[in-house]
C-alpha cells in the first residue's frame, strides 16, 4: 500500500521512485526490442522487453528509494526472473550483446534516462592460411565469461571450439576483456599442439578494450614449417618453433 501513492502532506521518503526511459534515440532497425532489468540492493525487482513500435512512448516503472541498476540492453537471450548480469557457461560464445547500465539516484520522486546502447562484444575472426587442408581444430580460452548487473567484467572460464571451414575461417564472440589472458589453441583429436597468447596480440595490436563501443578484430594465422605468422588488424609479428606444426 506504501508504494500506491503518498499525499502532499506526508513524508514522502517512503514513497517510490518513479524511473522514466526514453527510448527515442534507440535504432528499431538495429533494436527491434530492448530489455530493461531493475536490481534494487542486488535483487532484480523488474524484467520486461519494450518492443520498438513501443520506443516513441513514454515507458515508467516504480523503484524503492534505495540503490537501483537499470540495465537496457538488446541482443541478449530470454532470462529467468531471478538472473541478473550477463554471463556464458563454458563451451558458449557470448551473443551480441547491446548494453547500457545506469545507475541511478533513486532518492527523489522521479528521474528520467535516456537509452543509450553500446557494443560490448568483440567479434574474432580467425583467418587460418595452410598449406592443404588444415586438419586441426581451434580454441579460445579466456577468464571473463561476461559482465555483472553493473556491467563490470565477470571473471570466469571462458572456452569455445572452434573447426575453420574449407577456406580457414573461423570466428567467437567474446566479452569485454581485463587482462591479457586470452589464449589460442590448436589441437588435434583433442591434443593440444601448441598454445599463442592471443590476448597479448591482441593487445599488442593497439586494441583498446575499454572503449564503449567494443570493435571487431581480425586475426591472420599463417604459417609455414617452422614460422607462424600473427597478424591482428594492422600488427603483425612472427613466432618460430623447432618443431613443424
Known sequence: MALAGCSVKEDRSSCPCTVMIDFTQMDAVRHSAADVLAVTDGTPV???TVPSERYGEQYSFRVKRVSTVVDISSGWPERNGAETGFTV?????FPELYLDTEFLATDRESVTVTAD???????VTIDVRSEGVYPYSLAVRGNVCGYDEEGNPVPGNFIYQLVPDEHGLCSVRIPRQSDASLILSITENEDVLREFALGEYIIKSGYDWTAEDLEDVEVVVDYTK?????RVNDWQDTVSFDVII
Open 89 to 93: 557457461r563454458e563451451g558458449e560464445q
Open 226 to 230: 617452422v614460422d607462424v605468422t600473427f
Open 46 to 48: 523488474l524484467y520486461e
Open 117 to 123: 546502447l553500446h557494443k560490448v562484444y568483440c567479434n
